[in-house]
């Protein structure tokens, strides 16, 4: 499926998933909670397609659970006490939310980062700070890179012990373990072979060399400014209404906020709009490709 969003300019790309994981990780209210993630399950769907999803979530599910179960066990905080634990601490109705709350937020976080690996490449990181700082955006790529390289070069040495009998799951125990550290070696030593190949061919190849240049097939364009200059202005007008005490939400010692006043309503559109905006401009340019499509 083509993503418009993801063929505008890095700092674009970057901008939006700056904006969206700060806004997440730092406004606690439930209602921005689920439209962010509706908003990030509705992008990694997608980026990424039902079966990437579903796959995320299997890991997450059991995460969530442990974080909702755990949370109301060792936080005892709020006032309204629903029963007491068998070891005798109250198990209140605000640390029970509030993991939920928590749970979500996690949820969330994992779902846009997916989305941020989909998008930002590793050369949209050498193209933002390959100037200012390339040993940095040179590290960044090269561990973008290098986990999805280890992890299939990892089920590659695994078929291939498992094909003479040595695999993790072969043996007793004893030498489950020993077959576990015999992989492990593999992993090590092609991980170093690896680096001493890539240092030898960025040198073969003039890195670091004074004047040497760089190529970059990314150009800021029009659109990049219009959309730039919407995030700013959807930008301050959110901080503003944070800044004004018009979204305070709290979770302890009770639950108290205003949901549905006319600055957090206001907040809430904004929010939705910005959150979506590579969806809506991704419906914009599919339907504008389908109109020229009819003209034909």
């Avoid at 039902?50 to 755990?70: F, G, Q, T, W």
């Avoid at 980062?113 to 930002?120: G, H, I, K, Q, R």
């Avoid at 193209?127 to 973008?144: D, E, H, T, Y």
């Avoid at 970059?216 to 959807?234: E, G, P």
């Amino acid at each position: 499926m083509k993503d418009t969003f993801s063929n505008m300019h890095p700092i674009s790309n970057l901008l939006f998933f700056i904006i969206v994981i700060s806004f997440t990780m730092f406004v606690m209210n439930p209602v921005c909670l689920v439209i962010s993630l509706l908003s990030a399950l509705a992008f990694a769907l997608y980026l990424n397609g039902k079966k990437a999803v579903r796959l995320s979530l299997m890991y997450l599910i059991p995460m969530i659970i442990l974080i909702v179960v755990v949370n109301p066990a060792i936080n005892h905080e709020g006032v309204t006490i629903l029963t007491y634990l068998p070891w005798g601490n109250p198990l209140t109705l605000e640390s029970i939310i509030y993991g939920v709350v928590t749970a979500a937020l996690l949820s969330t976080a994992v779902l846009w980062f997916s989305c941020l690996n989909t998008v930002m490449t590793s050369d949209k990181f050498i193209c933002i700070f390959g100037r200012i700082i390339p040993s940095l955006s040179l590290v960044i790529s090269m561990a973008l890179r290098f986990v999805p390289k280890f992890v299939s070069q990892f089920h590659l040495v695994r078929q291939a012990q498992k094909c003479i009998g040595r695999d993790i799951s072969d043996g007793s125990v004893f030498q489950r373990l020993k077959n576990a550290l015999k992989i492990i070696s593999i992993m090590i030593t092609w991980s170093l072979e690896n680096s001493i190949e890539t240092a030898d061919s960025m040198k073969s190849r003039g890195y670091g060399l004074k004047g040497r240049t760089s190529f970059s097939i990314f150009t800021f364009q029009k659109r990049d400014v219009v959309y730039i200059i919407l995030n700013i202005i959807v930008c301050a007008a959110l901080l503003s209404i944070i800044i004004g005490g018009n979204l305070s939400f709290s979770y302890f010692p009770s639950i108290s906020g205003d949901l549905t006043g006319a600055y957090a309503l206001i907040y809430y559109l904004l929010y939705f709009i910005i959150l979506n905006l590579p969806l809506f401009i991704n419906l914009r340019e599919g339907l504008k490709w389908k109109h020229l499509k009819s003209k034909i």
